[in-house]
Nanobody
């Protein structure tokens, strides 16, 4: 399984950035997907998650209303649209995948994900 995250970069406060995570080596439509982030000196934290079908999503309180997670099962890609970025959003962003036998809701706990991408850096300057 490979998860290739892309789209990170350096932006100013209030700007927008979109991340993508392309998956291979798994049946994407049967995998719950999530985005997590880790800032220097901090633990990895949940950002957003989406169910296999894309009909259910979950967000951390810190990004709710600003970030949107979505997926395209035909393209085997999950997205994270980030609006209104703040310096507190600066971190390395990781996508994660957890193949599930049954249809489950969004998975928000990092230990429940088996597969992780390499991360893409997002830096927000004031």
């Amino acid at each position: 399984v490979q998860l290739q995250a892309s789209g990170g970069g350096s932006v100013q406060v209030g700007e927008t950035l979109g991340l993508s995570c392309a998956a291979s080596g798994l049946t994407f439509s049967r995998a719950a997907m999530g985005w997590f982030r880790q800032a220097p000196g901090k633990e990895r934290e949940f950002v957003a998650a989406i169910s296999r079908s894309g009909r259910a999503t979950s967000y951390a309180d810190s990004v709710k209303g600003r970030f949107t997670i979505s997926r395209d099962n035909d393209k085997k890609t999950v997205y994270l649209q980030m609006n209104g970025l703040t310096p507190e959003d600066t971190a390395n962003y990781y996508c994660a995948a957890e193949p599930t036998i049954l249809s489950v809701g969004p998975i928000t706990t990092p230990t429940e994900y088996r597969y992780w991408g390499q991360g893409t850096q997002v830096t927000v300057s004031s």
